[in-house]
């Protein structure tokens, strides 16, 4: 009796029951991937990015396909939230010690970031009225100004409100951390201090503001970086205050990118969550992210 040849179906079925490697791997070694790995329990991969979780995470709540690409895509969004987030808080801490190097590294990582998470708006971005109220329902109450990470990255910004903290009432953790970074330096304040161990003239009513209240844009601060603008150009705080502007760019771009997304699905309607929608995102959309770095360049 013939015996059965290596790829057939039945030898290749006992050999995976038995854990060994069936012979018809993708390709021949060194090439061909160790089968083998994982095969007791969840593979080494997945252990570490945690892949089964993220992708099992999506529950549409309407019948409506286009919901799938809201919920994932919304999901993405908070992710990079809280990769940059990561990102500022890195620069925000090694800017406390002195180390321009490594804000400045964290600060060009996160322009990257930056940029996939503009770019997650492509999904939604054309969505028509009628294709977006197919599944608006299912949001109820919820918007976006209700992201405890992207409220993160607002107050990293210096876009402090205690006011913004009332929707996360419910949440103890997500609460303590959002008090805490209420109560923090902003990344824009570390700078200021920064400058001001330098040796330049930041007034003493910034440096000695409440971290917890929104900045103001102050001229004296204006003033600084229109010297420092104005000075050697492969300075490393004329470096800095462009990774700086780099980002500041990119924010008021994922804030008008919203704005344009949300006018062309909603119209002026009123947001969900009780927002007033296009006008809210019109209000965020004028206001410059590290003001004085930009009013500066008129000086110089």
Known sequence: MSQPSPIDPANSAASAAAGSVPADAESDPPFAPDLS?????????EDYVQA????????????????????????VMELWFTVIVHEWRTAAEALRRDDLTVA???LRRSTYELEALNAAWK?????????FNAYRS?????????????????????EKSASMLVPHRGAPR?????????QEPS?????????????????????????????????????????????????????????LTD????????????????????GAKMGTGGSAGVAWLEKRARKNVFPELWTARSHV
């Open 174 to 182: 997500e609460l303590a951390e959002l008090e805490k970074a209420l």
């Open 247 to 266: 980002v500041a760019e990119l924010v008021w771009r994922w804030r008008n990118d919203h704005l344009v997304a949300t006018r062309r699905a909603m």
């Open 52 to 75: 089964d979780v993220l992708t099992h995470l999506q529950h549409p709540l309407s019948d409506d396909p286009g919901e799938m690409v809201f919920l994932v895509t919304t999901q």
């Open 37 to 45: 790995i994982g095969s007791s329990s969840t593979t080494p991969y």
């Open 104 to 106: 400045r590294d964290a």
């Open 138 to 158: 299912a949001l109820g109450e919820g918007s976006g100004f209700q992201s405890a990470m992207y409220r993160r990255m607002e107050f990293l910004l210096g």
């Open 123 to 131: 999904p939604l971005a054309r969505l028509t009225p009628a294709q």
């Open 187 to 243: 990344l824009w304040d570390e700078v200021l201090r920064l400058l001001a161990r330098r040796g330049y003239p930041v007034p003493e009513a910034v440096l000695r503001r409440d971290p917890a209240l929104r900045y103001e844009p102050d001229p004296g601060v204006e003033a600084v970086w229109a010297e420092i603008y104005d000075g050697p150009q492969e300075s490393d705080l004329v470096r800095l205050g462009e990774a």
